[in-house]
């Protein structure tokens, strides 16, 4: 089988820190660059990860703020 896509990763990484609590709601994820150096991805990685997890209802962005962890 071959390996899952990065942005697949990484949306599942974020999702199991949701999920354990170690992401609680209303806490903000770190910027893209952060995320970038964190996860060594690109910002297209971050971008399409964090597009999932919003479709998915468990992100919320904020225009000029950040992306934070939806209220459940």
Do not use: Y
């Not at 952060?34 to 919003?54: D, E, F």
């Not at 998915?56 to 939806?70: C, H, R, Y």
């Amino acid at each position: 089988m071959p390996p899952s896509p990065k942005w697949v990763e990484l949306a599942e990484h974020l999702r199991k820190q949701i999920a354990s609590g170690d992401l609680p709601p209303g806490e903000k994820l770190p910027s893209t660059s952060q995320l970038c150096q964190i996860h060594g991805v690109s910002s297209i990685v971050v971008r399409n990860a964090m597009l999932t997890l919003k479709a998915e209802g468990l992100v919320v962005g904020v225009p000029g703020v950040g992306v934070f962890v939806a209220e459940r």
